[in-house]
């Protein structure tokens, strides 16, 4: 890609190179590789060469410095085929955003240049066996020794955990502090000594990428790791990258929703009951006309949080309604797809039961619904004071 092309011919030249690679490269091998939840290796490597582990990170970095919108769009177009994919890069993209927005700047040349090439590859560590949405409540310790930090404690769900060698570490550094927020702090832990991968943990469906538990005993970082070199600002950290992570969910809810409705809508042309194809019954076409509404008011939510995000505005309202909506919107489209697809929808040769076990993961990731919707009404309450 050229990267120094104007932005719209530089998006149309992307999306194009990403079709072109999906068709080729990944779509034929998508059933075999779900179904055998085998890491795709060889696709990382492409996903390398196509600069999409430094996609948001800025070209100054080495990276692509694509507009959220942009992103978005690749994004959605991924997950239509294969959404496990879009997990590999996106808590990279989230872990890099951490830096670029909060590291210093000797933190900025080195690490991103290498985050950007995907040279080293991680995620995010936050989530731990106690605490999920109440990411204050987090247990693991980082304590001060010299020019070092010890770590003690486990993280749990982390993506990427496997495959990945660096991640962007959530600790506390003064478990007394209050209000909490205040003793966390982030760290970028590369693997080594203290730090192990303890057990692949098994899912429904997000197959391929790996999600692991991970345990720090002892692990010694140096104290340079330690983003934006001051410590009370790791939440802060980890909510920076949430915006941008919700929109990714977001635009992963249409690629789903978008190709249940697609292959809802070739195969209701094909299949054929009582001398017609099934999409000429009425029961199917109200199917059809929902499924197709709700992906373009998911679509049209999950751009206007992206083009707020690109604006630099305040979007978490934004970005809570794509990602609440457009994870629903996947959710019920591909169990319409199901029933469009009657015994087929249930069957291992058909893409339909991925759609099915994928989708639900989006109501859950970045913030739950439950959370997503609880952001919605308070920014809705500050920005409409009464
Ligand atoms: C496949 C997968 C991949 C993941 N990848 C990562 C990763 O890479 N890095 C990472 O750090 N984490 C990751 N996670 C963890 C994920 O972010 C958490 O599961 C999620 O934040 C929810 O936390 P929890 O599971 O602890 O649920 P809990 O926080 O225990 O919530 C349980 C239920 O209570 C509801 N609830 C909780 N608090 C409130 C409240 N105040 N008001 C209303 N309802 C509430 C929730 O909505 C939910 O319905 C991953 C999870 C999965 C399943």
Redesign the pocket.
Known sequence: MDIHAPAAEAEAEILDAIEKWLARDVRPHVLRLDHADEYPQQMVEQMKALGLFGATIPQEYGGLGLSATTYAKIVEKIAETWMSLT?IFN?HLIMAACVARMGTPEQKAYWLPKFASGEIRG??????P??????QAIRTRARREGDHYVVNGT???????IHGSCFAL?VKTDPEAEPRHKGMSMFLAEKGPGFRVSRK?E?L??KG?D?AELVFEDYRIPADRLIGGVEGRGLQAALSGLELGRINIAARGCGIASAALKDSVRYSQIRRTMGKPICEHQAIQLKLGEMATRLQAARLLTYDAARAYDAGERCDMEAGMAKYFASEAAVENSLEAMRIHGGYGYSKEYHIERYFRDAP?MC????????QR?IIARQLIARNPA
């Open positions: 997990g808590s995620g995010l560590a936050l989530t731990e106690d605490a999920g949405t109440d990411l993280k749990t769900w982390i993506s990427n955990g959530l943990l899912k469906g997000y990428i999600s993961l859950i990731g970045e913030g739950t619904n439950e959370i609880i």
